[in-house]
């Protein structure tokens, strides 16, 4: 089955059937929102929203563990994340959708890993490729087959928030390498490599990083409702499209 994880200006799904809705528990506490079942592109899919229904929850304080956990117990085999990011460099302004290929975690103080306690077995996932290739080529077909511009490939540079960045930061981001930044990307990729599941994300640029084009004195955070509600549109789009391609 395939997840949608939510994250800002994708609380729900508009084009989605729903069919149920369920509370959730794991051992790791409870997740973000209940999960909301229905079909969409003619198969059953599972809906999260990241920061819950009211966005009430901050980067920081989002139990990324319960989340993927839930929604393996789910069955879930598949996921794909929305984010909402900000750009950094040529051709990532506001209203890009991207199909990052890379991540590079510059969070701290979350509970990261699965595998941690002395009852828990020392484990080292591979993480060279963090997004799941097959995913990622579907979501690309999707986006040519609905007719959506979508940048194929993409260093998502995940910082700890709430804030944003100052423009030194992302002017050090930008020299690692980084092309876009947000905040939820990580430890959420790895906790789903960890338990096996296929995960790749799909961002939607909101704003330029700080420093960047229009950004360079201050983010207009004004500006960044109508950028999400516009590009959401295009995400629901390209969503019902891959499901509607997924092998049955
Ligand atoms: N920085 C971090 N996270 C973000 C941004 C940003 O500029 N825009 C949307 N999410």
Redesign the pocket.
């Known amino acids: 089955m395939l997840a949608i994880i939510g994250g800002?200006g994708l609380s729900q799904l508009a084009n989605l059937e729903i069919t149920r809705r369920e509370v959730l528990r794991t051992p790791y506490g409870e997740p973000s929102s209940p999960a909301t079942f229905g079909r969409l592109g003619g198969v059953e899919i599972v809906f999260l929203a990241r920061h819950g229904y009211g966005h009430t929850l901050a980067?920081h304080e989002i139990n990324y563990r319960a989340n993927l956990w839930a929604l393996r117990e789910l069955g879930v085999d598949e996921v794909i994340a929305v984010?909402?990011?900000?750009?950094i460099g040529t051709g990532m302004g506001p209203g890009v959708l991207v199909v990052p290929d890379q991540i590079i975690d510059y969070t701290s103080g979350r509970k990261h890993t699965f595998f941690e306690g002395a009852d828990q077995p020392v484990v080292h996932v591979d993480f060279t490729l963090p997004f799941a290739g097959r995913v990622r080529s579907l979501l690309l077909e999707a986006g040519a087959s609905a007719g959506l511009t979508l940048v194929d490939g993409g260093v998502y540079g995940a910082?700890n928030?709430p804030r944003?960045?100052s423009a030194a930061e992302?002017a050090r981001l930008q020299r690692d390498g980084a092309t876009l930044?947000?905040?939820?990307g990580m430890p959420e990729a790895a906790l789903a490599r960890e338990l096996g599941l296929s995960y790749a994300m799909v961002a939607l640029?909101?704003?330029?990083?700080?420093g960047c084009g229009d950004?360079a004195e201050r983010?207009v955070l004004e500006d960044?409702a109508g950028i999400l509600d516009e590009g959401m549109v295009r995400v629901r789009a390209l969503i019902s499209e891959h499901a509607r391609l997924l092998p049955v």
Do not use: D, K, R
Request: proline share 4%; aromatic share 4%; net charge negative.
């Open positions: 800002s980067p984010n909402s990011v900000g750009g910082t928030g944003l960045e992302i930044v947000g905040m939820t640029v909101a704003n330029w990083a700080a950004s983010i960044i």
